[in-house]
């Protein structure tokens, strides 16, 4: 066969005969190593040249003299056809092609299908018999490079890049650096070289008030007290709300200085003595105070939750969580946070005849920030 460009050449030195179909053997006459030179000098200069290939089912790209070459057309792309193993070949697409990942013949990064436009290059080396491997892929759009092993970056920009943390359900990796996205929790866990921690993340975060923190209000407060159960003798603290009298409870929260600025949400956890499954009414309402501000400044809206008891004593109850509470003021991150808690009598739902005995609420916070 004519050796009619680079990837012709053998690496048996007895097998090139010719150049160009030039041949150079010592039987030759000696012009033909004057052409054959001729001959090679233009094989460099095809080689470094820009050629042009349309795509097809099979794109014959080892079949070209260049290296660097521009795709044409919109045909999909099964193969690249045949030619000897590391010849490396650039391509550069004028439009939208999709070149069709298979795991022996032509191997894509991330082993999937690729659609291509305008811009978009790919460095594919053949591995032999018809076989080829795309080492790189570039999308010209968003500047992404994907390649098929580990890569070093050494004075590197990265412009608006793309990370994808490796994720898996219950992730606990415990190499010293090792950051994974745990997709049962929704968390990141960071491995410190022999256990795994987890992160706290932008998102919902819950504060608990116990009844004990709170101040039952001097006008219309609710009763302090505590229980002891019966059995093992566990004690806690409880705020007593009268059946027939709307009672208060105020307490204060230092808002978080992650805190989003925000409305918050509640959650009430309460007790009764009563064995009915009556219903009660927990309402919040709350206001923000800063350095120098008065203390005694309007609340906001008050926001209920109900919830029914289940017909045994001393069970503990955990409302659903309410909606919205708009904090009235100027609330913001780092500052007091001024609550009062009662119970709403008048609400349809509250028609339990016995005292309900608050043990505490959580407060929910949003945060957009993973530091406090």
Known sequence: MPKDKFSDYSATEASNTDVGSVGI?????PSNFD??????????????SEGTIASATTCDIGGEKEVFLNVTGTTTI???GTVKAGTWKLLLFAGAVTVTHNGTSLILPGGANITTAAGDMMWAVSEGSGNWRVAVYTDASSLTVTTTGTQTLTNKTLTTPTLTLKQSAGAAPTAEGDIQWDTTDNKLVVGDGSAAHAHLQAGKWGVFIP???MTAASTNGAESGSSEMTTNAHNFSTLAFDASTDEYACFEVWAPASWNEGTVTFQALWTTTATDADGVAWALQGVGVADGDDSD??????????????????????????????IAGSPAAGEMLQF??????????????????????????????VHD
């Open 25 to 29: 053997e010592g039987t030759d006459p």
């Open 35 to 48: 052409n054959a030179l001729r001959e090679l000098m233009t094989h460099i200069a095809e080689h470094f």
């Open 78 to 80: 099964t193969a690249f």
């Open 211 to 213: 009844a004990g923190a």
């Open 297 to 326: 400044v309007a609340y906001g809206t008050a926001v209920v939750v109900t919830d029914d008891a289940q017909s045994n004593a001393d069970d503990v109850l955990v409302t659903a969580e309410s909606s919205a509470v708009t």
């Open 340 to 369: 009062r808690l009662f119970r709403d009598v008048s609400d349809a739902n509250d028609v339990m005849t016995e005292d309900a005995l608050l043990r505490g609420i959580v407060v929910f916070f949003t945060l957009d920030d």
